[in-house]
Every structure is written in structure tokens, then in C-alpha cells.
């Protein structure tokens, strides 16, 4: 049997042919491979807008106000008025007169059945045009018209409470990410000091003593505590941003932040604030606008002891098949007629023993508004006072805990040195780890306290839109 050859132009072409189907496959598990999502806040914030659910409720709200805009203008429009039915009628055959005669002096005076039952086909209708109401569609209008600004208010509420709840999470997100790195570097200055430690006692050589490894692990177990309490606010933080911004709890989310920052100082004065959440906060707007639907409401009520004036056409039509029909202008048959005619009048729907009951209550809501209005007048202002007050507080005191947490990694740095060459004792190095690591924990976590005070400021002023 002979053997074949391979051809070496063959091999090659087989063996091009396998490598670019290899860098398909990989270039086709590459982007698989690379499913992080990255964002910033910007983008979690509004991401988070858009999926929110509480916030579209609120939207909703915004068109079912816009809808009774729409009822209110419609009573402008015309009104229709049917009913038709059926029903059964005396069955009479003959005219109006005695013996059932079409014409003569004495009418028919047989029973109530004289013929038995007839069939009877009624149709009532109207159709109205309202001229004019005295004002009352007008007031409803407006206080339709107001309702929405009310419900846009509502929007424009939660979505700075979102917008508050996403930095939140973000900013403890950053916190706890940090302060692990942190920790864990710390950790591993701790673990060299400890390995050296043990490496004396080992060697005996008399530089280090038992109670130096009993020190160090003693403020190793406090680091580990922390690192774990760090690695789960981290994973809660990760999960709370998941569900605030909709992404899939299985996706692995990545913030595009590289560590927490101090977010740039607001640029204001109080004074300044205090006018900017005067003009500006949302609550203010829905006062003002609740004012005006309370003062149209209040007219409205006011209006009703007027009636309404209206033109239109009404009609009706009766027909009863086992009946002779009374052709006689002068008689009225209620089971066969026919009539239209085009009317004007004038229409009352007024129940005066309630009225003054109705002006009363919408009048005592107006002056309940009207009180409100006074104290958010007074405690919107408080409000942007306490956050302008933690704010500064918070500001200043992470400005000096920086320079501590500086001077508490150069001690540890200086310490771990003075200890490898024999000149520091364990305790005093562990001093310094534990020093620094609170300092800059702390520093962390006043970072994001003010960083959460400028959203805060944000959002009493009414600028979180």
C-alpha cells in the first residue's frame, strides 16, 4: 500500500486556515469575556431616571392631571342624552271616540287592556350645547391646570430623592472599596513586621520578644475585622447601586471613579442659597400652584349658585305596533308620536342647603394652604442653613484630616523602618498601623460625608434636576 505525502503548500494553507479560525473564535469570545459595565454618576443617575418605577408612578400621576384638564375644557363641548327602551302599552284598535269611531262628541271609555298588550318602542334624546356657565368650567379649568403643576412637582421630589439615594450608594460604594485598599495595604506592612518578628524569635538573636508578635497580632485581628466589614458594605453598596439603576444583580458593574474625592466646593453664599431654594425648590412651585387651584376651586363653589345656559335640540319618538295612531294636534298619544324642536335655557344644578357647606370646606383647605405656605416660607430657609452648616463643618474637617492621615503614613512608614533596623519596639509600630488606618478611615469617611453635604445642599436648593 502507498503511503502519501503530505504537500507542504497543502500544510501550510491547513495550518493559516486553523490559526485565523482560532483568532475568530477568540476574537469572538473577547467581547463575552469583557462584559464589565463601566459608569459614572452621571450616567448611574440617569440611568436610574429612567427605570425608576416610583418616579414613573409619579409621571403617570402628571397625565392622569393632564386628563382632567382635558374633562374639565370638555364640558365646553356638546352633550349628548338618549334612552331608549322597551316596554309593553295598552293595545287599542279604532279612534279617540265611543264604538271606536274617528270622529264625534264622546270618547272611548273601555277598560285599561281594551284590545290587550302592545309592544312599545321609546326613544328620549337631547343634545346641548352649554353657552355659557358663569364662570364655573373657567375656575375648574384653572384649577386643573394647577393640579399638574402640583403632580410635575411630585416628579421633580422623587427625583431628587433618587438622585440623593444614587449618590448615596456610589459614595459608601467608593468608602468602602478605599478604605479595603487601605486596609489591606496596611495589612501587608503589618504581615512583613510580623514575618520579621517571627523570623528573630526563630533565630533567637534577641531583637525581637514574644509580647512583639503578641502586639502585632493583636492589631492584626482588629485589621481583619475591618477588612471584612469593608469587602460587605462594599458588596452591599455594589448591590444597592445595581437596583437603583436597573442593571441585572448578575452583571458585573464597575464605577468609573478611580477613588473618593472631594467633589468642588459650591460656589455661594448662604444668602445666595437661601433666595436660589426660595425661587427654585419644587415645593414652592406646587404651593404656588396649589394656591391657584385652591382659589379656583373656591370661586368654582362660589359660581354653582348660578345656572347655566345652554342651546340645543331634544326630541323623543314612541311606537306601539298594536295601537292605532291619534292623528289630532290636540291630543298627545305618549306610545306614537314623533317630536324635535331646537331649544335655549336656562339649568340649575344647585342643592342650596349644601352649597354653603362645600364654599366653607374648599375655603378652610385655601386657608390651610395659605399657612403652609408661611412655614415653608420659614423652614426651607432652615433647611439650606443646616446643610450649608454641615457642609463647611465637613469640608474643613476632611481638609484636616488629610494632613493627619499624610503624617500618619509617614509615622507608619517611619516606624516600620525604625523596626527592621532594630531601633523601634512592636508596640509602637503597631501604634503607628493602627494610627494611620484610623485617621485615614476616618478621613474616607468624612470625604464622603461631605460629598453626600454638596448633594444634600443640592437638593434643598432645588438645583438636584
Not at 22 to 49: E, H, K, N
Not at 80 to 85: E, P
Not at 190 to 201: E, G, M, P, Q, Y
Not at 342 to 362: C, F, H, M, R, Y
Amino acid at each position: 500500500m502507498k503511503k502519501l505525502k503530505p504537500d507542504g503548500r497543502a500544510m501550510k494553507s491547513i495550518v493559516k486556515s486553523v490559526r485565523m479560525l482560532a483568532m475568530g473564535c477568540v476574537l469572538g469570545v473577547l467581547p463575552q469575556m469583557a462584559s464589565a459595565q463601566v459608569i459614572t454618576l452621571d450616567q448611574a443617575v440617569r440611568m436610574c431616571m429612567n427605570v425608576d418605577p416610583s418616579i414613573k408612578e409619579k409621571r403617570d400621576l402628571v397625565e392622569a392631571a393632564r386628563a382632567l384638564l382635558e374633562e374639565a375644557q370638555g364640558h365646553r363641548g356638546l352633550i349628548f342624552d338618549a334612552n331608549m327602551f322597551e316596554g309593553f302599552a295598552p293595545a287599542v284598535h279604532g279612534g279617540f271616540y265611543q264604538g271606536g269611531a274617528y270622529s264625534g262628541t264622546t270618547p272611548r271609555a273601555d277598560g285599561p287592556l281594551p284590545d290587550g298588550l302592545s309592544d312599545w318602542t321609546s326613544l328620549q334624546f337631547a343634545v346641548i350645547k352649554p353657552l355659557y356657565t358663569f364662570g364655573k368650567i373657567s375656575e375648574y379649568s384653572e384649577a386643573a391646570k394647577a393640579n399638574i403643576e402640583v403632580q410635575h412637582g411630585e416628579v421633580l421630589l422623587r427625583q431628587a430623592e433618587m438622585i440623593k439615594k444614587v449618590k448615596r450608594a456610589w459614595y459608601a460604594y467608593l468608602t468602602a472599596r478605599d478604605m479595603r485598599r487601605l486596609l489591606e495595604d496596611v495589612q501587608g506592612h503589618l504581615n512583613d513586621a510580623i514575618s520579621l518578628v517571627n523570623s528573630n524569635l526563630a533565630a533567637d538573636n534577641g531583637q525581637s520578644k514574644q509580647t512583639d508578635l503578641y502586639a502585632l497580632q493583636a492589631a492584626q485581628g482588629m485589621l481583619s475585622k475591618y477588612i471584612i466589614q469593608a469587602v460587605a458594605v462594599e458588596n452591599i453598596s455594589m448591590d444597592g447601586l445595581k437596583l437603583l439603576t436597573g442593571v441585572d444583580p448578575h452583571t458585573d458593574l464597575e464605577v468609573a471613579d478611580d477613588s473618593l474625592t472631594p467633589v468642588p466646593f459650591p460656589k455661594g453664599t448662604l444668602p445666595d442659597f437661601k433666595a436660589l431654594a426660595v425661587a427654585d425648590r419644587p415645593e414652592m412651585m406646587q404651593l404656588e400652584a396649589g394656591l391657584r387651584a385652591r382659589r379656583a376651586l373656591v370661586q368654582a363653589k362660589k359660581d354653582s349658585l348660578y345656572p347655566n345656559i345652554y342651546a340645543g335640540i331634544i326630541g323623543e319618538a314612541n311606537y306601539a305596533s298594536n295601537r292605532t295612531m291619534l292623528n289630532n294636534p290636540y291630543l298627545y298619544d305618549p306610545f306614537n308620536n314623533v317630536g324635535l324642536t331646537p331649544v335655549i335655557g336656562v339649568k340649575w344644578d344647585l342643592e342650596a342647603s349644601v352649597l354653603p357647606a362645600q364654599i366653607a370646606e374648599e375655603k378652610a383647605k385655601l386657608d390651610a394652604l395659605n399657612d403652609k405656605a408661611q412655614f415653608a416660607q420659614a423652614g426651607i430657609p432652615f433647611e439650606v442653613s443646616e446643610a450649608w452648616y454641615h457642609l463647611q463643618a465637613d469640608y474643613q474637617s476632611q481638609l484636616a484630616l488629610a494632613k493627619g492621615s499624610a503624617a500618619g503614613r509617614r509615622w507608619m512608614i517611619a516606624a516600620l523602618a525604625d523596626f527592621n533596623a532594630g531601633l523601634e519596639k512592636a508596640d509602637k509600630v503597631a501604634d503607628a498601623l493602627k494610627t494611620y488606618a484610623l485617621t485615614q478611615a476616618e478621613y474616607l469617611q468624612t470625604v464622603a460625608d461631605y460629598d453626600l453635604d454638596v448633594a444634600e445642599l443640592n437638593k434643598v436648593t432645588g438645583q438636584n434636576r
